[in-house]
């Protein structure tokens, strides 16, 4: 998914409390009977309409989220309502060794899944800045892993 449009800040929620954290989070994957594990979060946003940001990362090469997403957003509907914003992270060894990236999952009329990147933007963009300050206030609070992170790049030392 390289060369994505960036993200508008604007389209990104403010984030509240953490509300659920499932390191082993098994969803429906793409196909007849298959599921597939992954890090689920989740925070309540604050907004004229609170909803829920959900962010799921993915912690295997067998991981298929990009996949699965309208399988993930019809679980996560059913979880916690229709109010709810998906992010996709993913280390994206493609780019600097150990990067990582956050990227923004819509759906369209039909139901079809589209992504634009939330970080990293190029800093030439013109939404850089908002997004930059989307991450300082919030954004690094899901990439960074947490103490015990059970995500499969289990050499680096974080």
């Known amino acids: 998914m390289d060369g994505l449009t960036p993200a508008s800040a604007g389209d990104l929620p403010h984030l509240r409390d953490l509300v659920a954290d499932e390191p082993f989070w098994r969803y429906p994957a ?30 295997g090469p067998a991981a298929a989220v990009t996949e699965s997403a309208r399988h993930i957003r019809a679980a996560l509907a059913r979880r916690y309502g229709p109010a ?32 634009s990147r939330v970080w990293p933007t190029p800093q030439g963009h013109p939404r850089h800045a908002g997004l930059e300050a989307w991450m300082a206030a919030h954004g690094y609070q899901i990439v960074s892993r947490p103490a015990g992170w059970s995500g499969f790049c289990q050499d680096d030392e974080n």
């Open 84 to 115: 709810v914003v998906l992010l996709e992270h993913h280390l994206a060894p493609e780019s600097d060794q150990g990067a990582e990236t956050l990227d923004l999952v819509r759906f369209g009329a039909d139901g079809s899944p589209r992504w």
């Open 30 to 59: 793409a196909g007849p009977d298959r599921e597939e594990v992954a890090h689920l979060r989740v925070w309540l946003t604050t907004g004229p309409e609170p909803g829920y940001l959900a962010v799921v990362t993915e912690t």
